[in-house]
């Protein structure tokens, strides 16, 4: 079926969707400080009082080393140059990652929720808007949101109205590549076996990794799994199944009624029961164990961000571990019309909010404001350079950090909230720089986003909140994700019986309801085109 490209938003019925500077203000470069004092209101003087507390919401991503991430080199930047300037000093509010939702949910209904509050959620922010839990933006961005406003530019925040309001800022995402998979190149050269181009030859491969264990490691994982819903998924394997649908079909149908969904659960439990697929893949609930068969080379084939292998808190220890290990990023699940059919992202990332219940809704449009200044950006995400980064060919290189001056996601992502990836201001730039960002990795670098953005189709945005997605979404969600795991790893004679019971309970409790809806949606919307 062709797809045009679609604006997204991923409800919770998609089963398979599963991204380094010694600062302070002795130690910011010059320009750095100008710029980011530049971008706020020259004409307005410091504010005196008491300083206002702006509460802001950060991931808690759990890196092994990573430091307070209240106090490092990216806060003290941020509260030199934001909070001095506007008489306010910036706090950040931990969220766990794998628990965002459920975190800002209590948040939220205990009225303690962040300032500046984030999910990547749409369902989640249409169930606020509709009870109205998070404040209308227009008005706020129109007084203080210039410079945030023409950064993002009209598409990206189209994505965070609702009924014709804007009630989230959408980050602008720089990267559309979203997931990857790659393969030990090493192993299959000591097998003589060629890169797999579909998945009867990645089946070849798997089995030999299991039973011929080219690594020589103790454990061998042909196929390196973690709980669904975490990083190390299914790659584009159940595109590859599916049959064809009406566009109006493929928008609005879940994934377990698609046309040859059943048969791609069922390759996977094959694989589970052949062994061939991390044994306690299902109690994996946070990929570190994944991370860890991983690193330790006992690998052979994984599915995750299109990027995952070549960030450094894989990329370094895998090294250091086994030096030969040789990760290579491959298209191999080709469908019947001989295409790699994947999801790839749109131009929205985060959504941002702004509870109701927040007493500084100004204060934190100011701050976004701020940020999206591009020297603001730029230290945020490269640091000082020499310290860092360095530049190679006219682009910025990340050196490796541990302490304060680490990173505790990909270029600062939890910290800088209005943009998602790389951002140097021209796309072409921005791609080299993920290339770029990855020494000795750049060649794989550019190889893995080419193949991640070709045969791509995106989610459609629906621009009428569901009613009841909003109600169930966040139930149907956690019964994908057990209903997955549970058939990946049943007994294959009760596969069959097994998922029409757990689609027939998954309608039931929801699915039909936001299926229906979203069908009288997508119908109002192509008629309001005409």
């Not at 990794?209 to 080219?214: G, H, I, L, Q, T």
């Not at 209903?483 to 009760?494: G, S």
Request: aromatic share 10%.
């Amino acid at each position: 079926m062709k797809i045009k490209k679609m604006m997204v938003v991923l409800p919770a019925l998609t089963l398979f969707a599963s991204a380094l500077a010694g600062c302070g203000s002795d130690t910011t470069p010059k320009s750095q400080s100008m710029g980011a004092a530049a971008s706020t209101s020259a004409a307005a003087a410091t504010p005196s009082g008491p300083p206002t507390t702006l509460t802001v919401e950060i991931f808690d991503r759990g890196i092994q080393g990573q430091p307070d991430l209240n106090n490092n080199t990216w806060t003290r930047y941020i509260n030199d140059n934001f909070g001095k300037q506007n008489n306010a000093i910036v706090k950040f509010v931990p969220v766990p990652r794998s628990q965002e939702i459920d975190k800002l949910n209590v948040l939220m209904a205990a009225n303690e929720a962040p300032d500046i509050s984030f999910t990547y959620d749409s369902a989640t922010v249409s169930r606020y808007a509709k009870i109205n839990g998070i404040m209308q933006l227009d008005d706020l961005l129109a007084k203080n949101g210039r410079e945030l406003t023409n950064y993002l530019g009209k598409t990206v925040l189209s994505y965070g109205v609702f009924e014709g309001k804007q009630m989230a800022i959408p980050a602008k995402r720089t990267s559309l590549a979203w997931i990857g998979t790659f393969i030990r190149k090493d192993w299959l050269d000591k097998l003589g076996l060629p890169l797999p181009k579909n998945r009867d030859e990645l089946y070849n491969a798997l089995v030999a990794f299991r039973d011929k264990n080219p690594g020589g490691v103790n454990g061998v994982i042909p196929w390196g799994l973690a709980a669904t819903g975490m990083n190390y998924g299914y790659g584009n394997l159940a595109e590859s199944f599916w049959g064809k649908q009406s566009d109006e079909e493929f928008v609005t149908t879940p994934n377990w009624l698609k046309p040859g969904n059943k048969d791609a659960l069922k390759f996977l439990n094959k694989l589970y029961n052949e062994k061939l697929i991390s044994p306690d893949f299902a109690l994996d609930k946070t990929a570190k164990q994944a991370d860890a068969d991983l690193t330790n080379g006992k690998v052979g084939f994984f599915s995750a961000n299109w990027d995952y292998p070549l960030r450094q808190n894989i990329s370094e220890p895998l090294k250091a571990n086994v030096p030969t290990a040789n990760f290579v990023p491959i298209d191999t699940f080709l469908n019947d019309e001989g295409k790699y059919k994947k999801i790839a992202y749109n131009e929205n990332g985060v959504n941002v909010i702004i509870p109701k219940s927040s007493k500084n809704a100004e204060l934190a449009i100011k701050y976004l404001n701020w940020m999206s200044d591009p020297k603001v950006l730029f230290f945020l995400q490269y640091g000082q350079e020499g310290v860092n980064h360095k530049m190679v060919d006219g682009l910025p290189q990340v050196i490796n950090q541990t302490g304060d001056n680490m990173q505790t996601s990909y270029l600062n992502l939890d910290y800088t909230l209005v943009v998602n990836g790389v951002e140097l201001g021209d796309q072409q730039k921005n791609i080299k720089a993920l290339a770029a960002s990855a020494p000795g990795y750049e060649a794989v670098a550019e190889q893995s986003y080419k193949i991640n953005t070709t045969d791509t189709y995106t989610g459609f945005f629906f621009d009428t909140p569901n009613e009841s997605n909003i109600k169930l979404g966040k139930t149907l969600g956690d019964m994908n994700k057990q209903m997955t795991d549970k058939l990946i790893v049943c007994k294959p004679a009760e596969f069959d019986s097994l998922y029409d019971k757990l689609v027939a309970e998954y309608m039931a409790a929801g699915g039909k309801a936001v299926m229906d809806e979203n069908v009288k949606i997508y119908r109002a919307m192509q008629a309001n085109k005409k």
